[in-house]
Each structure stands twice: as C-alpha cells, then as structure tokens.
C-alpha cells in the first residue's frame, strides 16, 4: 500500500514564503497525479495545484503565479512551492494520488500552513 507523508507547513507572515513536501513510499509517478489540496476552517477542501503523470500542471486561479508544484522522481517525491503568502492561504493542506489506471485514490495526513502577522 502507496503511502504518503508530507511536511513543511507552519506558521509564515504575509508575503512569505513556504514549501510543502509529499515522499511516496515507493515509485508513484509513472501512475499517480498527483496534487495539493486544502481545507480552510469551514470551506470545502480544494484542489490548489496537480501535476500529472505526464508533468502537466493545473493550478487554481486563486494561486497562479504565487504557487508551483514541481517533483523529484528519484526521490519519490513531490513539492508545493508558497511565494506571496496571503491569510487566505490558511488552511490544512493535503497531498493526493490519483491512480489513473484504478481510480484509487490516497492522502497524505495534512499539514497546518498559517498565514499571519
């Protein structure tokens, strides 16, 4: 069973910077989009950034330009890169996979990014 663990989040003032990191246990690109997700305090939980088994990216409008998804594949790893960090950035945010072969589909545990001054 693929898990995946991230970490990185924390507390960061406006304009801050973070970067979030999700290692696979094991070699996950070559089947799995993969993605970041975040749920703010009573808000559904949105998908933020994906990159896909071909390295194609998709972003949310609301963090183009300031957000960037990018991966290690000899790390089995994926990162979130945070630049211009707004207090609506606040939120649990969480790793996914996406087998696109199955449809099975894994989470990592969420970690707390708080954006505040």
């Known amino acids: 069973q693929v898990q995946l663990v991230e970490s990185g989040g924390g507390l960061v003032q406006p304009g801050g910077s973070l970067r979030l990191s999700c290692q696979g246990s094991?070699?996950?690109?070559?089947?799995?989009?993969m993605a970041w997700y975040r749920q703010a305090p009573g808000k559904q939980r949105e998908m933020v950034a994906q990159i896909t088994p071909g390295g194609k990216r998709r972003y949310v409008d609301s963090v183009k330009g300031r957000f960037t998804i990018s991966r290690d594949i000899a790390k089995n790893t994926v990162y979130l890169q945070m630049n211009s960090l707004q207090a609506d950035d606040t939120a649990v945010y969480y790793c996914n996979g996406l087998n696109t072969e199955t449809g099975t589909s894994l989470w990592g545990q969420g970690t707390q990014v708080t954006v505040s001054s």
């Open positions: 094991g070699s996950i690109f070559s089947r799995y989009a």
